[in-house]
């Protein structure tokens, strides 16, 4: 496919409605302006096209890609046991490498400013997550490592917590398709909008009666 065509996602034959949804994003801070803008499209499409609320998408962020299954893993887990604990911040004041005991509530952190009131937000556990990050080969093997251990490792995530996980990595040979692929260079298109509508389909999916 040519940088320049976009053969992505099309749209669903049934109405994708997230409104009840809780949706988590786990971006790297490597590449960060790419990433941003990969971010802003999935925020975006799964507000104005698939009607999650705003303030049901909570977004973390790791230093780089090898993290994303790490913390996804971590952060689906502690949004269980909130949820289990009626707690309204499923979050509290979590700190990844804390050794947080899974057996004992943390409390309630104090909202940001300008927040929506906790009260206004799901208290259910995430209902799915999308991992972003941008890696771009360089002149040693280190690429090919990261690209396989990250997307062994978010596969893994998905299957071992039975919550659906988007691959929203982009691995590039060069920046400029990194940019394209982002929407950021005027021709190409955000793939984040479509990992933003897959994450949503997929958490109606998981909770779908048969």
């Not at 394209?180 to 005027?186: C, E, K, V």
Request: contains cysteine; hydrophobic residues 40%; proline residues 5%.
């Amino acid at each position: 496919m040519r940088d320049g065509d976009h053969h992505g996602l099309q749209a669903s034959e049934t109405p994708v409605d997230g409104s009840n949804l809780r949706i988590l994003i786990v971006h790297t801070r490597w590449n960060l302006p790419i990433v941003k803008a990969l971010v802003e499209g999935a925020q975006k499409t799964m507000i104005e096209v698939n009607n999650v609320k705003p303030e049901n998408i909570v977004v973390e962020s790791v230093p780089g890609a090898y993290e994303l299954p790490f913390a996804a893993h971590k952060l689906i887990e502690v949004s269980k046991v909130r949820a289990a604990d009626g707690a309204n911040d499923l979050m509290g004041s979590v700190n990844l490498l804390d050794g947080l005991n899974l057996n004992s509530p943390k409390p309630a952190s104090t909202p940001a400013a300008g927040a929506s009131p906790a009260a206004s937000k799901s208290k259910k556990a995430f209902d799915a997550v999308i991992c972003i990050g941008v890696l771009i080969k360089g002149s040693t093997m280190h690429f090919e490592y990261i690209c396989e251990a990250v997307t062994q490792g978010i596969m893994r995530v998905g299957l071992d917590t039975g919550i659906p996980v988007v691959f929203g990595v982009l691995t590039c040979l060069t920046e400029e398709q990194a940019l394209n692929r982002a929407g950021m260079d005027g021709k190409g298109h955000n793939h984040g909008e479509d990992w933003g509508t897959g994450a949503v389909e997929m958490a109606l999916l998981n909770t779908r009666q048969f």
